[in-house]
């Protein structure tokens, strides 16, 4: 069993910056991709960024050159450094692992606010 802790969620004006974390534990190889979703109310939930085991990055192109994915083979742990936050970011952002004997595992959500 997997379990992801996400932090780092909150309450931001237009154009500020919010820095999302997430640690994966329990019985867990290194996945083969971690990444970051968002659900807004009303709307499904879409990919914001991902990165796999090679450290190639995809991102949705609304978030391109403001949000940035990292994460720590080692530790287990995927970060999201979002920048120049807009109102149509706002969501609640979950986080994701992958891998094909892990399986596919979710975080609890970490709701993100950006105000106008």
């Known amino acids: 069993q997997v379990q992801l802790v996400e932090s780092g969620g909150g309450l931001v004006q237009a154009g500020g910056s919010l820095r999302l974390s997430c640690a994966a534990s329990?019985?867990?190889?290194?996945?083969?991709?971690m990444g970051w979703y968002r659900q807004a109310p009303g709307k499904q939930r879409e990919l914001v960024a991902a990165m796999n085991r090679i450290s190639s990055r995809n991102y949705r192109d609304s978030v391109k050159g403001r949000f940035t994915i990292s994460r720590d083979n080692a530790k287990n742990t995927v970060s999201l450094q979002m920048n120049s936050l807009k109102p149509e970011d706002t969501a609640v952002y979950y986080c994701?692992?992958?891998?094909?004997?892990?399986?596919?595992?979710w975080g609890q959500g970490t709701q993100v606010t950006v105000s106008s």
């Open positions: 329990g019985s867990i190889v290194t996945p083969d991709t």
């Open positions: 994701n692992v992958w891998g094909p004997t892990l399986g596919n595992y």
